[in-house]
């Protein structure tokens, strides 16, 4: 069977990835090489509208190493997508320039809706698909968070504008974070989830899947890793009190404390509480209007297949 070598970026508001996979004529997705960054390339947008030139050169420092890997291992199509904080900030055409440059290819700035259908389609490829549908699929990033629910293709998606690292700057200055932020990002998460399940039936969830690093994070600290293992938390499965639990705990500890934990990347110590106090109330939400619909959700599946293989799967 015939397949096409493909490299594909995914550049978020904390992150910027790259997955280079055979995508078959069947759409089976094979791996060549994955691999992540953390860049910050959203550092300040909230407050200033605008890329941080330290931000951007970092991101494109990246780029420029992504480029490489994928021209060694003969790539033949790429496709660089950037979410959130490229969204929000006046001086994208700097950012696109750059990775143009980098690259030779335009970065494209996807809007919510299609950050989201990229998400499930990764999402639903993977272990996922292995559980019944309707899914709620959640790629939770650093500055927005999709929701999208379907079974076969996306019946309804919304983008909500919070973040893990949106929400630690807006709200989480403490070391721990206070009492007082603490209520103030669950408000700001609570009202972006009502105006979010006006658009997507949270209710119709059979099951509900969690992707991008807040949530494998969470996941790791639930199964206690000793490392960050992949294989490990790709199509976990936890009951909904470790979920929460494990968010809380997180939450509540100090920055110092986060990065003593073996699986956590440096680069998102600082803001994995806001993404399990945002992973927190979305599960519970979930949970309670599955359960008012006369249903019942008692678990949570994570997911590592997520919107860098849909970029992949995009491309063939």
């Known amino acids: 069977m015939s397949s096409t070598r493909v490299a594909a970026v995914d550049c978020g508001t904390n992150s910027i990835r790259l997955l280079v996979a055979d995508v078959a004529a069947d759409g089976t997705l094979s791996e060549l090489d994955r691999r992540m960054q953390i860049v910050r390339l959203g550092q300040g947008v909230d407050r200033t509208g605008e890329l941080a030139p330290e931000a951007l050169e970092r991101t494109l420092a990246a780029s420029r190493e992504y480029a490489k890997v994928a021209a060694e291992l003969g790539a033949t199509r790429t496709r660089f997508v950037a979410t959130s904080a490229t969204r929000d900030a006046r001086n994208r055409d700097e950012f696109a320039a750059g990775v143009q440059a980098a690259l030779g290819v335009e970065p494209e700035v996807v809007t919510g809706d299609e950050e989201a259908e990229l998400s499930f389609r990764g999402a639903t490829s993977g272990e996922a698909a292995t559980h019944p549908g309707p899914y709620l699929v959640v790629d939770l990033g650093g500055g927005s968070t999709e929701l999208v629910l379907g079974t076969t293709t996306p019946d309804a998606a919304v983008s909500m504008d919070v973040g893990s690292v949106r929400l630690t700057e807006r709200h989480l200055a403490g070391d721990p974070p206070t009492a007082t932020e603490i209520a103030a990002a ?18 119709r969830t059979a099951t509900l899947v969690g992707l991008a690093g807040s949530v494998t994070s969470v996941t790791a600290h639930a199964l206690e890793l000793p490392s960050y293992q992949r294989e490990a938390i790709n199509g976990t499965v936890l009951e909904v009190p470790r979920v929460l639990s494990a968010c809380e705990d997180l939450l509540r500890r100090t920055r110092d404390e986060r990065l003593a934990l ?15 106090l945002i992973w927190s109330q979305i599960v519970a939400r979930v949970r309670d209007e599955v359960a008012a619909a006369g249903g019942e959700l008692t678990e949570v599946v994570t997911s590592e297949s997520d919107i860098l293989d849909g970029i992949a799967l995009s491309l063939a």
């Not at 073996?262 to 399990?276: C, E, K, L, N, T």
């Open 186 to 203: 669950r408000a700001d998460v609570d009202a972006a989830l009502d105006a979010a399940s006006a658009v997507v039936p949270l209710a």
């Open 262 to 276: 073996g699986f956590m990347h440096p680069g998102r110590a600082d803001v994995i509480g806001a993404g399990a």
